[in-house]
Structures are given as C-alpha cells and as structure tokens.
C-alpha cells in the first residue's frame, strides 16, 4: 500500500524567513497530494492541496510542487510569521474518494 | 453549517469498558473516516465508510467497530477499551477529494 514519508521532524525558523517541508510517495497512482495545519489542541485544517496534472500552486505565502517522477511533493511557506507555528501533514491518496495517507507531521517554530 | 463535530470532547475509561464516539456532518458527504492521532505517528485510518450502510477497514481497524445508519452519522465503539487506544480520535468527510475533519476526542483508557 501507500507509505508517505515526510522531512524534517522538527523545523526551527526566523520570522521573515522560508520554511520548506518535503515528503516522499511511495505509490505511483497517488494523484492528489493535500497539506494540513494542525495548531495545538486543535483539529487538522486543510491549507493547501495539488493534484498530480499541476506541477505547482500558490495560495499567497503558501506553495506546493510536486515531482511525479521522483514521487515527492514539498510544501514552501514563504516570509514566515509567528502564527505559521504549527504542526505541519502532508497526505497522499489516488484520487476521488480513495483513502488519504498521511505523513508523520513536521512541527515548525517560528521564533520573532 | 455546523461541519462536523464530534461527541464527547474527552473521556476517561478504565480498561474493559466501552464506548460509543459520535460523528456528525451537516455537508451532505457521502464519505466518512475515523482517525486516530498518536505522537510522532500522525493521523492512522482506523476505519470508514463511503456511504450509508457501508463500512470498510482502514490501517488499525483491530479493536474497533463502526456503524453509518445514517449518512450524516458515523459511530466509533470500542468493546472492550485497552491502554493501547489512549489517543485522540478525530472524524473526517468528504463529497470529493478534501476530508474536513472534526474537532477530536480525547480519550485516556486507565
């Protein structure tokens, strides 16, 4: 089955500075590649997600890109802010209704 | 819209009790998902259902059991709750390809 492996763990950054979080998918079929926020004691939310015909997305100081052939998609959090502080899931999945697979999360810090 | 929310917020059980946790969708979705959050492990499938009167099991299934009577309800129970099932459980739904999920419930078996 689906094995997303996700990179670094841990993630300490500048305010002001970029942040970059990558993940590995192990099934070529996988098709749609969502990103979640998870802030503490609080439920997953959904900031951005790609599907597998798009090489790239932006939503304001958010991206993600995505590389079929080598199978690993990135999330780039651009001029980061003190409330970006979160844990960080990337998820993959094969498509409409098919089960999402989630990495093991990246908790970033961003420290003023 | 209320989303989805989740009944209880916390609970504490000893070992052997049961339990019945509660989803609920106000969005129309057809689809429907049970995870449960450990540290370092993130969101594990445990069970879900793509419609009403269907289930199916996910990644740690063992342990749990599902129902979907209805399409905008989707229980979780545990039979006979194990220190093992401490967690945070979250529900989840989706008409296509994003899940939305609900707000957790804690659980702390003793």
């Known amino acids: 089955g689906e094995n997303v492996e996700q990179h670094p763990s841990t993630l300490s950054v500048q305010e002001g500075d970029s942040a970059v979080i990558k993940c590995t998918y192990s099934?070529?079929?996988?098709?749609?590649f969502p990103w979640y926020k998870q802030e503490l004691g609080k439920r997953p939310q959904l900031i951005i997600d790609?599907?597998?015909?798009?090489g790239e997305k932006k939503d304001q100081r958010i991206a993600v890109t995505l590389n079929k052939t080598a199978k690993h998609f990135s999330l780039h959090i651009t001029e980061t802010q003190p409330e970006d502080s979160a844990v960080y899931f990337c998820?993959?999945?094969?498509?409409?209704?098919?089960?999402?697979?989630f990495g093991t999360g990246t908790r970033l810090q961003v420290f003023p | 819209n209320a989303g989805v929310t989740q009944t209880p917020k916390f609970r504490v059980l000893k070992t052997g009790q049961s339990m019945t946790l509660l989803c609920a969708q106000d969005?129309?979705?057809?689809?429907m998902y049970w995870y449960r959050q450990d540290p370092g492990m993130g969101l594990r499938l445990i069970h879900y259902?793509?419609?009403?009167?269907?289930?199916a099991k996910g990644e740690v299934p063992d342990g749990y059991n599902v129902s979907r009577l209805k399409k905008q309800n989707f229980l979780l129970g545990l039979e006979s709750a194990a220190p093992s099932q401490t967690s945070v459980y979250f529900c989840?739904?989706?008409?296509?390809?994003?899940?939305?999920f609900g707000p957790g419930t804690r659980l702390l078996v003793l």
């Open positions: 969005m129309n979705h057809e689809y």
């Open positions: 790609i599907r597998s015909n798009v």
């Open positions: 989840a739904s989706t008409k296509g390809l994003a899940q939305y």
């Open positions: 998820a993959a999945s094969k498509g409409h209704t098919d089960k999402l697979i």
């Open positions: 099934d070529s079929a996988s098709n749609y």
């Open positions: 259902s793509v419609g009403e009167g269907t289930t």
